[in-house]
């Protein structure tokens, strides 16, 4: 299988995903078209253990999603999710949580928006400490409505996660571990082999004892699922509510004209609040 906005290679019983989508690796409708493909083929391939996923730009793990692409998924009924209350995108983040391999994140760079709403869907979640970490919908007048709200409360708390979603600023990887946001955070230099070491360690285990301990923690996070589906419920209606907002209209107008350029999305929460005049 080949895609146009990740490559894969698998060594054995790990496959690796590597984001390639330049300039700044967006989220798009055909990213997300992509990664449906590769959880099918995962859902049924035994030959796989694990999963990394990095990026190949060392400045973007994922950047956010497109603008443009959040309003084709929200109006396009072909990319409506067939279950009620979700979305398309909540769709996808959902079936990467079940998956039956371990999927590690290893981010050097930033993610933001639906990136780190993916990043936030996989099992475990590594980074080097200048990474950056940043929910910016709030400054854009909406919510993340992938998953990255109702799972940055769960893991996060309610005082963290609000703080992390409304003040719309780079977290540093230091801090997303800190919170909890992560697994660990280590120095650019060390982040490569401390993954490695782990992906060695846990390809050792059966698949058999691969399942059983994740059917522990599956059962003992089997009351939050109520919780959960409540919650990207209200991301759908706070999305849809914001799109009905001149808020929200004009702050996408807005970037839609001058945003989505690399030197643009470095410092994102700067380049919005010099644009965006309620965003500061």
Same mark, same amino acid.
């Given at each position: 299988m080949s895609f146009s906005t990740f490559s894969l290679q698998q060594d054995g019983e790990v496959l690796r995903l590597t984001f390639s989508a330049p300039p700044i690796n967006l989220m798009t409708a055909k990213m997300v078209e992509e990664l449906f493909q590769v959880a099918g083929r995962l859902q049924v391939d035994p030959s796989v253990k694990i999963v990394v996923i990095d990026s190949a730009d060392p400045d973007f793990f994922i950047a956010h999603f497109d603008i443009g692409d959040i309003v084709a998924i929200a109006e396009d009924p072909s990319m409506a999710s067939k279950t009620p209350d979700l979305n398309a995108f909540q769709s996808l983040t959902l079936t990467w949580q079940m998956l039956p391999q371990v999927t590690?994140?290893?981010?050097?760079?930033?993610? *933001?928006?639906?990136?780190? #709403?993916? /990043?936030?869907?996989?099992?475990? *979640?590594?980074?080097?400490? #200048?990474? /950056?970490f940043c929910f910016p919908e709030a400054s854009g007048g909406f919510v993340p409505a992938g998953g990255g709200a109702t799972r940055s409360a769960l893991a996060l708390g309610p005082a963290r996660a609000l703080e992390l979603l409304l003040t719309?600023?780079?977290?540093?990887?230091?801090?997303?571990?800190?919170?909890?946001?992560?697994?660990?955070?280590?120095?650019?230099?060390?982040?490569d082999g401390y993954v490695e070491d782990l992906v060695r360690r846990v390809a050792k285990r059966s698949h058999a004892v691969i399942a059983m301990n994740r059917e522990v923690v599956r059962r003992a996070f089997e009351p939050f699922v109520e919780p959960l589906f409540a919650g990207l419920a209200a991301e759908n209606d706070g999305l849809r509510t914001g799109m009905e907002s001149a808020e929200m209209q004009a702050g996408m107008a807005a970037l839609m004209r001058d945003g989505q350029v690399r030197e643009f999305e470095l410092d994102l929460p700067g380049s919005i609040d010099a644009l965006l005049p309620f965003a500061k």
């Open positions: 590690i994140g290893k981010v050097n760079g930033r993610v *933001r928006g639906g990136g780190l #709403e993916f /990043l936030l869907c996989l099992n475990m *979640r590594f980074a080097s400490s #200048e990474s /950056l719309s600023r780079d977290f540093s990887g230091v801090e997303a571990e800190r919170y909890g946001l992560i697994n660990r955070a280590l120095p650019q230099g060390e982040l």
